[in-house]
């Protein structure tokens, strides 16, 4: 079976730094995906992992630990447009799809 | 041009209606996906085309049924739904099913069965 955990909420100020942890224990490993999802819209395709390390896209880094089933995503110089869902997705072993976590509800404040 | 494209934005339909929902997408994609996401929850596969051939039903009730006419289309057909059938519908697409191929989504489709 499929577990994916993520934090419910995080509170963050403007120009901070978040990070949002995600947790798996999946059947099989074919990459961990970050999306993004503000309210009433579909998600938006964020990061992919599948190697450990750290993987950078401008204020967004994301990083995996497959031995420790461990990411996190990690957003600098937050900005009010930030405020959003951020959803952690697991790709398990084959052509098998993916399988989203709950959810992180992030709110940027000033 | 990488959008998914969904019709229409908002449906309200009665439990005995018939209604279609429509997916579209010209990035040469050949995988397609229909989710059904409820407020506050993550989507939840409903069903997976590969090259126009139905890969996964995620025992979906027979109530709803995919149609796949195209590579470019993808169709959900609704028939005796119920009110917790109400959620949004995203359709997605990807390069391919298998390893790593990022899947972008459509603004999706409010559905209210009343």
């Known amino acids: 079976g499929q577990n994916i955990d993520q934090p419910t909420e995080m509170t963050a100020t403007e120009g901070a730094i978040v990070q949002i942890n995600c947790t798996y224990q999946t059947s099989g490993f074919n990459g961990l995906f970050w999306y993004q999802q503000h309210a009433g819209e579909a998600p938006t395709f964020l990061s992919y992992n599948v190697l450990d390390g750290l993987e950078e896209k401008g204020r967004f880094s994301s990083f995996l630990s497959r031995s420790k089933g461990y990411s996190y995503l990690l957003l600098k110089e937050l900005q009010m447009k930030d405020s959003a869902s951020y959803l952690c997705?697991?790709?398990?072993?084959?052509?098998?799809?993916?399988?989203f976590g709950k959810g992180t509800m992030l709110l940027v404040s000033p | 041009d990488t959008e998914v494209t969904q019709t229409p934005k908002h449906l309200v339909m009665g439990m005995t209606n018939k209604k279609s929902l429509k997916c579209e997408q010209h990035?040469?994609?050949?995988?397609m996906y229909w989710y059904k996401q409820k407020a506050k929850k993550p989507p939840e596969l409903m069903f997976v085309y590969s090259y126009e051939k139905l890969s996964i039903n995620e025992s979906v009730p027979s109530r709803f049924s995919p149609e796949c006419p195209n590579s470019s289309l993808l169709n959900l057909h609704l028939h005796a739904l119920q009110p917790e059938d109400s959620a949004l519908y995203l359709c997605?697409?990807?390069?391919?099913?298998?390893?790593?191929?990022?899947?972008?989504f459509g603004p999706g489709t409010r559905l209210t069965v009343t």
């Open positions: 997705a697991v790709r398990g072993s084959g052509y098998s799809t993916l399988t």
């Open positions: 997605a697409s990807s390069q391919a099913q298998g390893a790593f191929h990022e899947q972008y």
């Open positions: 990035m040469g994609h050949r995988a």
